[in-house]
C-alpha cells in the first residue's frame, strides 16, 4: 500500500513540476492568433492529426505523446515551426502563408498549456528556439 501511495505522490510531483514549467514558460503568441490557428487546424490539420490533436494518421499534437516526440527529437518553438512550415499539409507542403502557420504553432502551444502574451508569434519571435516543447 505504501509503495502505491508513494509511486502516486512522485507521478503528481512530476506533473506537478511539468505544469509549473509551462506556466512558467515565456509568453511567445496572442490568444486571438491561437484562436486563428485553431481554424487553420481544423481546416488543414484535423483529419491527420485528429480533432483534439490526439493523433489518426499523424502523431498526436497535445499531450504527452506529443511531448515525448518532442523529447525524443529535441523540439522547441522554433523547430516546430521550422517544420510545420516546411512540411505540412502532407499532401501541399508550404502552401499556407507564414502568418498561418505561426498561427498553428500558436495554436498547439496553447492546446498544450503554454501561456499567451500580448505579441503574436513569428518566425522572428525572439526566444522562440528556447522554448522546449518537452514539458
Do not use: W
Given at each position: 500500500?505504501?509503495?502505491?501511495?508513494?509511486?502516486?505522490?512522485?507521478?503528481?510531483?512530476i506533473?506537478?513540476?511539468?505544469?509549473?514549467?509551462?506556466?512558467?514558460?515565456?509568453?511567445?503568441?496572442?490568444?486571438?492568433?491561437?484562436?486563428?490557428?485553431?481554424?487553420?487546424?481544423?481546416?488543414?490539420?484535423?483529419?491527420?492529426?485528429?480533432?483534439?490533436?490526439?493523433?489518426?494518421?499523424?502523431?498526436?499534437?497535445?499531450?504527452?505523446?506529443?511531448?515525448?516526440?518532442?523529447?525524443?527529437?529535441?523540439?522547441?518553438?522554433?523547430?516546430?515551426?521550422?517544420?510545420?512550415?516546411?512540411?505540412?499539409?502532407?499532401?501541399?507542403?508550404?502552401?499556407?502563408?507564414p502568418?498561418?502557420?505561426?498561427?498553428?504553432?500558436?495554436?498547439?502551444?496553447?492546446?498544450?498549456g503554454?501561456?499567451?502574451?500580448?505579441a503574436?508569434?513569428?518566425?522572428?519571435?525572439?526566444?522562440?528556439?528556447?522554448?522546449p516543447?518537452s514539458?
Amino acid at each position: 500500500m505504501r509503495a502505491g501511495v508513494l509511486a502516486g505522490s512522485v507521478l503528481t510531483a512530476i506533473a506537478l513540476m511539468g505544469l509549473r514549467a509551462v506556466a512558467d514558460a515565456p509568453a511567445l503568441y496572442t490568444a486571438s492568433q491561437a484562436s486563428a490557428g485553431g481554424a487553420v487546424f481544423a481546416q488543414q490539420c484535423a483529419t491527420c492529426h485528429g480533432a483534439n490533436l490526439e493523433g489518426v494518421a499523424g502523431p498526436a499534437l497535445k499531450g504527452p505523446v506529443f511531448h515525448q516526440m518532442a523529447a525524443a527529437q529535441n523540439l522547441n518553438a522554433q523547430s516546430l515551426l521550422m517544420v510545420i512550415s516546411q512540411s505540412m499539409p502532407q499532401d501541399n507542403p508550404g502552401s499556407l502563408t507564414p502568418p498561418q502557420y505561426a498561427a498553428l504553432v500558436a495554436f498547439i502551444l496553447q492546446q498544450n498549456g503554454y501561456p499567451a502574451g500580448a505579441a503574436d508569434l513569428s518566425a522572428d519571435t525572439p526566444n522562440l528556439k528556447d522554448l522546449p516543447l518537452s514539458q
